[in-house]
């Protein structure tokens, strides 16, 4: 009877109507913080010093593991292409295919969720500390605008720097592609190279960089947005942050499908 009763009380219409109307609402206040991120990022005072320092934390301080991330994928992508593509003596395709999957999905995607977990994070640690610790509230005493000085700086630096990183991407993991595919498989470099450049187009590096703009903004919206909103002390601000970047990583994941689908009717 006690089982029956919990299954009725979570299939109970209320429930599902409570529960979607949570999502919507935050759905909206979402929607209506980045509308007032963008505009704000268009005024003065343009806080140039905490943008540089962003850039700096996103980008700069990310290099590694994008350094480590893309080589052993292009490596891993390059073992993995060749056993399929040996069996039909086609061996030479192995750089075109793994670079194409590189610069159009893997660059832009993989970016994307490690500085979701390094950068992503620590946006939403850090802004619901400061929220529950109610240093929010003192800028609003000072008349500075919370969003225009917090937010601001670290959205735009995001979105700026993730392409940047996605091109850092990119190039090692073609490299790691490259040491796998000729001196360990023995492909010959000339058709490895010579297949890259014939079948490489210019518009898969932009779709790719593209991508890594768009999720550079939806990671550090979705982390600011969550840190931000935090209440509820020390476990409040760890739940946002778990949020933060669960919501961040399944957002670019699900995008990455409708921008794929979208590039590709264009």
């Known amino acids: 009877m006690a089982v ?3 299954w009725m009380e979570v299939l109970a219409p209320e429930k599902w109507a409570e529960f979607f109307g ?3 609402t935050t759905l909206g206040d979402f929607t209506l913080m980045m509308a007032r991120v963008v505009r704000l990022t268009f005024r003065r005072p343009f806080r140039t010093q905490l943008l540089f320092q962003q850039m700096e934390f996103i980008g ?3 290099w590694f593991i994008i350094l480590l ?3 052993f994928t292009g490596m891993v992508f390059a073992l ?3 056993r399929g593509f040996a069996k039909f003596g086609s061996q030479a ?3 075109a295919i793994s670079v194409m999957a590189i610069t159009r999905e893997l660059g832009p995607v993989l970016t994307s969720l490690m500085v979701t977990a390094r950068a992503g994070s620590a946006m939403a640690a850090e802004l619901g500390t400061m929220r529950v610790t109610e240093q929010v509230d003192a800028l609003h005493t000072m008349a500075v605008d919370p969003v225009h000085y917090l937010l601001v700086p670290r ?3 995001a979105t700026l720097m993730l392409p940047f990183l996605t091109i850092l991407f990119d190039f090692v993991g073609t490299l790691g592609c490259y040491f796998v595919a000729v001196p360990l498989l023995g492909v010959d470099p ?5 297949r890259i450049l014939e079948l490489i187009k210019i518009g898969d590096v932009l779709q790719g960089l593209f991508k890594s703009t768009v999720f550079g903004f939806l990671l550090a919206s979705i982390g600011c947005y969550r840190g931000f909103t935090a209440d509820g002390g020390a476990k409040g601000v760890g739940e946002a942050t778990v949020q933060g970047v669960v919501f961040a990583c399944i957002t670019i994941l699900v995008g990455d499908y409708f921008l794929t689908a979208l590039l590709f009717a264009a």
Do not use: C, P
């Open 60 to 62: 700069v301080k990310s």
């Open 93 to 95: 395709l192995v750089g």
């Open 22 to 24: 949570r999502r919507l």
């Open 190 to 194: 000339g058709d490895f190279t010579g």
């Open 4 to 6: 029956e009763k919990s």
């Open 69 to 71: 991330t893309g080589t």
């Open 155 to 157: 959205i735009v630096a």
């Open 80 to 82: 993995q292409t060749y």
